[in-house]
């Protein structure tokens, strides 16, 4: 659709109005990395930073699609517009799971304000991260006020939703509670809040004393930078206790993460996983964190857009390809090794790596 | 430990004299990236080619390590020696599934010709696939005849279990039905056998009938190109009988994957298993296909390794780091974007992406 300028300054035009069919399909363009997603985005750059982006991470089974509709209708209830992400980058084994989410979402997804999009794994060259945040982009620059993530699994190479979103909120079901202890190290990395759905259920006190527990334990030692003034003497307190207490006092340069208890299908808890929502935006504003992700995810889109480049640049040029493959020969006797005949490509490549792209 | 010359000459030596030591040591480098896992590897490439890398792939739950310890000991029966890889990329969540598995391979791991390595989700810089593949090498190198490879879900962009082995099993469970319909475009794509495992479960037919509906309708187009002189009328047979019969009379030029039952908790079926795999193996090696693949393999491996050193070159260069963040303040106003940013960082890299590896 971008292949003539016009189709281009005519879905440029429209976007700008505002039209939902151009929200739909720039986002597809941008997704799949059709012709002219680059152009659309960096003409779009200067409109970023607006939206909140807000992740819900957790495993499979956790309410996460239940807990994001009821986020999307209380924002819509402020008046404000959502986006929504959907990405499942495990195993086309738990479509199922995926298709049922799909179903859940439909009640909020006729709502003129809201926009959602479920995303496939991307094949190997694209990487899930960098294509999240560029739709999460493309929504931004529509003007959405919210835009939540919803992803499958913490701690994930492929998908480090930390690196994504601005908060992050990891959900957990009483059923997550034996597997706490082998996510701790992942879990306390990307958590900004915790939310314990399904909280009617057995085990609900148990699992949140647990991270509770956890958070102590990194609450114990943020909390010595607390300046005196704090008036708490915290030092006599248990660790849960204490974790609570920080989290509530939370300032400019302090966020524990709060443990939070919901009821995802009667609605139970929402306002205050909001409530926290909120708290930890400010928190980030105020602290300096908000711009210090940002830039980071600066960052890391640069780097992205660095190695798809090269990527693109070295795999797709058909001279490149004909002296690799005159070079398996050599590799299939052993009379060269990959590390020899990378360094040799990488040697002759200069020129086109360096190109600028037209 | 290879930060010495003569400790890496040492584990050389140890490593050709069939020490068990070495090989372990050999593999921990490989898979973490330690100095010297080049040269290493380097130096091992004329050895490579005599094992057989059998992947085993399917859901979590599908018993696959208990067929994977079947297999091991029917290898060691046949007298001989057997590397396995367990794979699991999924989410931390799952952990306690992969401890389990772990236990049940127990049981075969004290044998001096067996050796198990399990492997971790690798950070982002690595690569599942290219790191799973080096470990092989060493397996291979240091003489192993059979490689096992175990990973978790199929058709996933982060590991595809089919560039990676010579010959790859998909395994079912009846409970796996549901899914076989989304599936089926990836599992058609890399089984060259599929194994329905716990056969003896409700549904396991129905599952098998699945499958072979599904590759009747592959083996509809690809026996047209079958020779008249085979002597079967096939035209007038149901799909499923006729994949059936086309595995059975599979030549150097055709394959069509069997279905096979097993009920690993008794050994069901393991025979069986071990036939089919040979019997790919031979079809791989007179059709010419295992070259093809082998060859495939190592083109893999040389685009891995260039993308590694580009990554290893730009990220790891103090002068490229600080020059990015430099940029960050323009892209933070949108004066700049990703991808202007990108093509200039990539131009003024030429130098630093063209050097030979010392």
Chains 1, 2 share one sequence.
């Not at 706490?180 to 148990?206: H, S």
């Not at 928190?283 to 480049?309: A, F, I, K, P, T």
């Not at 070079?327 to 002759?348: H, K």
């Amino acid at each position: 659709m971008t292949t003539t300028a016009s189709a281009y300054d005519q879905l440029m035009r429209d976007f700008a109005d505002g039209k939902r069919a151009a929200l739909a399909r720039a986002v597809s363009v941008v997704e799949n990395h059709r012709a002219g997603f680059d152009r659309l985005l960096a003409t779009w750059q200067p409109r970023l930073g607006r939206a909140r982006r807000l992740g819900l991470t957790g495993p499979p089974g956790a309410g996460k699609s239940t807990l994001t509709a009821l986020l999307v209708k209380a924002y819509r209830d402020a008046g404000l517009s959502v986006g929504v992400i959907a990405v499942d980058p495990t195993s086309p084994f738990t479509g199922g799971a995926l298709l049922g989410d799909r179903i859940r979402m439909e009640s909020v997804a006729l709502d003129e304000g809201v926009f959602i999009r479920s995303m496939a794994t991307r094949g190997s060259l694209g990487g899930l991260a960098a294509t999240t945040s560029e739709v999460a982009d493309v929504l931004d620059a529509f003007g959405m006020d919210r835009i939540l993530i919803e992803t499958v699994g913490v701690g994930q190479s492929e998908l480090d939703i930390s690196r994504i979103a601005d908060s992050s909120a990891v959900v957990l079901v009483p059923e997550s509670g034996d597997s706490i202890q082998t996510l701790k190290a992942g879990l306390m990395e990307i958590a900004d809040l915790f939310v314990v759905n399904k909280a009617d259920r057995p085990g609900a006190d148990r699992l949140r004393n647990e991270l509770e527990l956890m958070l102590g334990l990194r609450a114990g030692s943020a909390l010595r930078d607390v300046p005196a003034h704090h008036g708490v003497d915290l030092s006599r307190k248990n660790p849960a206790r204490v974790a609570r207490e920080a989290a509530k006092q939370t300032d400019a340069e302090h966020w524990t993460p709060p443990v939070l208890r919901t009821v995802a299908t009667n609605a139970e808890g929402t306002p205050e996983v909001v409530a926290a929502l909120d708290r930890h935006f400010h928190y980030l504003e105020r602290s300096g964190e908000l711009r210090r992700r940002r830039r980071r995810r600066l960052r890391d889109r640069v780097m992205h857009v660095v190695e798809d480049r090269v990527r693109d640049r070295l795999w797709r040029d058909a001279g490149t390809n004909a002296w690799l493959d005159d070079q398996l020969a050599a590799l299939e006797t052993g009379a060269s090794n990959p590390f020899a005949v990378a360094d040799a490509l990488l040697a002759r490549s200069g020129t086109l790596l360096t190109q600028v792209t037209p």
